[in-house]
């Protein structure tokens, strides 16, 4: 039977190490111990078992090469054909489709979730994801017309969709492997790179899911430097918000602290000349007004929103002594409007 280019997709083949499959037999996590600030405990939440020795955390400076490399990766990547990048995204669909029973074993033994949840929430969604992709990606990256205007008839306006460069993510525990593919998939398409940070709770995983990212890239000709997995704790994080223009997408599990870490990284980038940002002390003692009143989502909606809508230039001779605070109460000078 004569197999069309276009109908080719490689496959890849990634197994686990005996050493991954094994664990390490009659050690199991004691609940409570605290996590050593350079090495990273890999155990299962649901029985408590070692998977494996502790995994070296990355610090600021193996973040900072990290995304250099991607960055190097990217700019080759940039210039790809959709059809190369529809080509590794059939590659990982069929990875998928074919080791799905080892993707669920594994995420399900770093986040402790039942099988059937790893095939609804990591295989299911991730496959679909590849089928929009090659069906719809290519469609809405492409230009699009605008209209000039009676005045500028003369005029044509399109919309042009170029790869911005190299992306962050920071990703939590709870699915590990849809949580790293699925920003991937977006961003390799669109012809970005991405360095993602895995959460330190699940960071086992990802040594499986890497291999079979690289191999993924090697055999479709783009770079195996064009996704960057990270590991470590806030010291990682925070180098990689701060290297990279990153918008924060809060979830309602989010943390708080978690919440104004990540913002005041990303305020390096988004403050206009026009208006230097709200005091610090101001900000924090508005967020903490609305955790003792126990609304911890509103706390973290003003610490996004006061970039939208509080950062004024009338806000900026206000001082913590103009707010106050009670159980049931909140003033502020009525030039705030607020």
Known sequence: MCIRDSEWVPKIEVEQTKEEKAGVPGKR?????P???DMIPCYDPG?????????PADNAEHVRIKIERARIAQKKWAKSSFKQRRLLIKTINRFVLENQDTICKVSARDSGKPLVDAAFGEVIVTLEKCKWLLKEGEKWLRPEKRSSGLMMFYKNARVEYHPVGVMGAIVPWNYPFHNVFNPLLANVFAGNAL??????????SSLYY????????????????LVQIVHGYGEAGNALSASIVMYPQLRGRGKLPDSWFLLNAWHRYEIPMRAPPMPVEVLLALAW??????????AVLLLIGFDCFLRTGEMLSLIISDIAVS????????????
């Open 195 to 204: 360095v993602v940070k895995v959460s330190e709770y699940a960071s086992w």
């Open 327 to 338: 159980y049931t109460h909140l003033t502020l000078p009525t030039i705030c409007s607020v």
């Open 210 to 225: 890497g291999r079979a990212i690289k191999e993924c890239l090697r055999a479709c000709g783009a770079p195996e430097d």
């Open 47 to 55: 029985t408590l078992d070692m998977l494996g020795p502790d995994m």
């Open 35 to 37: 996590f050593p600030k």
């Open 289 to 298: 007004y609305f955790i003792r009143m126990g609304h911890f989502g509103g």
């Open 29 to 33: 996590w004691k609940p409570g111990t």
